[in-house]
């Protein structure tokens, strides 16, 4: 495994010294990412060790119903690619938060980017905790030396090289997660007596949970009840929620051409559902795995069922590879996700609001040491929660209510203002916290119904994230005379009204390297 790390960075470091320097190869890789590599890297970017031992984890504790992510992010990619990458791409914009930036003003932009850098900092700390309970299981390394040494080398050569190296690392990663999880599926399915076995247990415990969606009468159903709202909810916060990420437009924005964009988009929703099938049938295998026969201790944290499956299903040579397909996919989602945080902090918050006269080298050299404090924030925060796939939701919950509708009025709703945006920002926030968050301990303080078990099962996520967008639209009309809108035209490269925003990325830097014979 030391080996397996010291070879990405050097492929990291190494794409870094090829492609050079500047601002626009850091953040955007130049504009000049060929699709392949677009594709494979927005793949890698999302099949993280969230993406893997999270499925795995749902599936095997809840059912397949509940491993709504792989789904729900795949069709929140084939969404974006049809109608957010070619446009944000054409409009050469530099992070996510640009164009709510011009349309709405520096300060707006400023509160979008608390969720657009606390969801991928949530992210980071999902992947890095899955890939420290994999350790720990699979190699008896200590759980808080498995996370820190990932992270460290992630880091690094993301410092290094930016963009370009993480999308270099993330071709050879995607790689090695598709052909270790392949290898692993058949041998762990060997153990337990073959897939058929596996799944008609899994059917009889699991019941009408076992389906990949609810019943068409599921608030009737007695397995359902108020659940099959909430699945709902957490369903389209998925869909909608996996769009406004920086992780995501970075790639959009750094495709050679706003058509690879889309087709970028639409290539990787394919194969994230391709490389769904191996934690879903690993986690459907477990429930019928006596891992005490094979030695385990037992098995009380659901978040083990992966490292488990590997460390006492497969021989010792597959799980080895299998676990470096999940080092690599950790390493694919923490490099990407502490590169995108830094540069929305780099280049939303001190370029535009704290330092609007910075350069860009100052703004490369802040967002580099960005790079290493919010990895480290993820670092800390890996080591102290429990469960991946809660923390994987939150991260996408942020990003749903706050986030989404900013984004979808800065881009199609010409009528929308900057008093619009702030409100609705508001609104949403505190109509989505007034809900409570189970995983830091946060009680509800507003009455919703369907209060259970200490969640409230009503989708008061997706309430949250309507309200918000009225409240835009609403305020805006109100208020058009008060704070005129920003034209549309201003989305749009070489116009006056584009120059008057004067927040565009200077590319002289980003020239393409010319190939070697």
């Not at 350069?359 to 924030?377: N, S, Y």
């Amino acid at each position: 495994m030391l080996i397996f790390y010291a070879l990405f960075y050097w492929l990291g470091a190494f794409v870094a010294a090829r492609r050079g320097g500047g601002l626009a190869n850091t953040m955007v890789a130049g504009r000049n990412m060929p699709l392949w590599i677009g594709v494979f890297t927005m793949t890698a970017t999302w099949v993280g060790g969230g993406y893997v031992n999270g499925t795995a984890e749902s599936t095997f504790s809840d059912g397949m119903a509940w491993a709504q992510a792989p789904w729900g992010y795949a069709v929140s990619l084939l969404i974006g690619g049809l109608f957010f990458a070619k446009k944000m791409r054409r409009g050469r914009f530099t992070t996510m938060l640009d164009p709510i930036d011009i349309r709405f003003g520096k300060r707006v932009a400023g509160l979008g980017s608390i969720p657009a850098v606390l969801g991928e900092i949530f992210w980071t700390g999902a992947i890095l905790t899955a890939l420290g309970t994999t350790f720990g299981t699979i190699i008896g390394l200590d759980f808080t030396i498995s996370i820190i040494l990932s992270a460290v080398i992630a880091i690094a050569y993301t410092v290094v090289g930016g963009m370009w190296s993480v999308a270099i690392t993330d071709v050879v990663q995607i790689i090695v997660i598709f052909v270790g999880l392949i290898v692993a599926v058949p041998l762990a399915a060997g153990a337990v007596g073959g897939l058929d076995h596996a799944w008609a247990n899994y059917t009889a415990n699991f019941g009408s949970y076992s389906t990949l969606f609810p019943p068409l009468d599921g608030w009737n159903h007695p397995d359902w009840g108020h659940s099959y709202w909430q699945w709902w909810d957490y369903g389209l916060l998925l869909v909608f929620g996996g769009i406004p990420w920086q992780v995501y437009f970075q790639r959009v924005l750094s495709a050679s051409s706003p058509a690879n964009a889309r087709r970028l988009s639409l290539g990787a929703s394919a194969m994230c559902v391709l490389a769904a099938i191996p934690p879903v049938l690993i986690g459907i295998i477990a429930t019928s795995a006596d891992f005490q026969a094979h030695g385990a201790p037992p098995l009380d944290n659901p978040s083990l069922v992966m490292p488990y499956v590997l460390r006492y299903l497969l021989p010792t040579g597959a799980a080895a590879l299998a676990l470096g397909a999940l080092a690599a996919a950790v390493m694919s989602s923490v490099d990407s996700s502490v590169l995108s945080a830094s540069s929305v902090a780099g280049w939303n918050v001190y370029r535009r609001l704290v330092r609007p006269n910075a350069t860009a080298d100052q703004v490369q050299k802040v967002i580099r040491r960005l790079i290493v404090v919010i990895g480290a924030a993820a670092m800390l925060l890996a080591l102290n929660v429990a469960s991946v796939y809660d923390l994987w939701y939150l991260a996408s919950d942020l990003i749903y209510v706050l986030l989404f509708p900013l984004l979808v009025c800065a881009l199609f709703v010409p009528f929308a203002n900057r008093i619009g945006a702030a409100c609705g920002f508001l609104v949403a926030a505190v109509l989505r916290f007034s809900g409570g968050e189970p995983t830091f301990g946060l009680a509800p303080f507003l009455p919703w119904p369907w209060y259970e078990d200490g969640d409230v099962l009503f989708p008061f996520r997706t309430v949250s994230m309507l309200a918000g967008l009225v409240t835009i639209l609403v305020v805006s009309a109100l208020t058009r005379r008060l704070s005129g809108p920003v034209s549309m035209a201003a989305l749009e490269p070489d116009t006056p009204e584009r120059a008057a925003w004067g927040g565009d990325l200077t590319e002289e830097s980003s020239e393409p390297v010319p190939a070697k014979a």
